[in-house]
């Protein structure tokens, strides 16, 4: 089992639509959790960080659930500038050193 | 401006040879990190460092060296070794090894 897990999509979504997805982690020690953009063939880029149950900002919300070990996406109002690869990474406490651990990414494609 | 750069943008090598690739910050961070990221998959952790004159294996460090002579810089060595060289290399760095990593725009290698 992968230690972070994505579906890698691609999720349709109308213009406009709401959308969520999300990405389970293994290791229940895990403190910290990030989501990061990337467009193709570019660098990721932070989205946002996610250290207590959520955080929302503007159309983008994620959400924590440590007792499920899963950290979730919405994005609301879908762009056609939302369409990218969304990379869900765990920082991982760990007896061989902590370290941030990159989920597969989930693949989006805004449509009008 | 602060950020993160690599060179090449893109790099082209024969086969038995040794490439460099550069990776230069001037965000004052004291973590750096090379990824590997191969078409529809996520990043693997190549090689990582936490301090000047001091760096660790990641994931995949086989048929790779680094070396971190100074804060700003941590160059990757792709080395004869590395058997399957065609790839997107990402750099990235954060002030430590539990905060945000930052991305430079990356080289894409291409063994001929």
């Known amino acids: 089992r992968k230690e972070v897990e994505q579906d890698p999509g691609p999720f349709n979504v109308p213009e406009g639509a709401t959308v969520a997805f999300n990405c389970t982690y293994s290791n229940s020690a895990s403190q910290s959790f990030f989501w990061y953009r990337q467009d193709c063939r570019k660098e990721p880029k932070l989205l946002m960080s996610v250290y207590s149950s959520g955080n929302e900002d503007g159309r983008f919300t994620a959400q924590l659930n440590r007792a499920s070990q899963y950290i979730s996406l919405l994005i609301r109002d879908s762009k056609l500038s939302d369409s990218a690869t969304y990379l869900c990474v765990a920082y991982m406490i760990k007896a061989a050193g902590n370290k941030l651990t990159f989920g597969g990414g989930t693949r989006v494609l805004v449509k009008p | 401006d602060g950020g993160i750069t690599q060179s090449p943008k893109y790099l082209f090598r024969k086969e038995g040879q040794n490439v460099t690739l550069s990776c230069e910050q001037n965000?004052?961070?004291?973590?750096m990190y090379w990824y590997r990221q191969d078409p529809g998959q996520g990043l693997r952790l190549i090689y990582y460092s936490q301090i000047v004159n001091d760096f660790q294996k990641g994931d995949i460090a086989e048929g790779y060296s680094v070396s971190r002579e100074k804060k700003e810089s941590f160059p990757l060595t792709v080395t004869s070794a590395q058997k399957n060289p065609t790839a997107f290399y990402l750099c990235a760095s954060s002030i430590n090894r539990a905060d945000t990593q930052y991305f430079g725009p990356g080289t894409r290698l291409t063994v001929l």
């Open positions: 965000l004052n961070h004291d973590a």
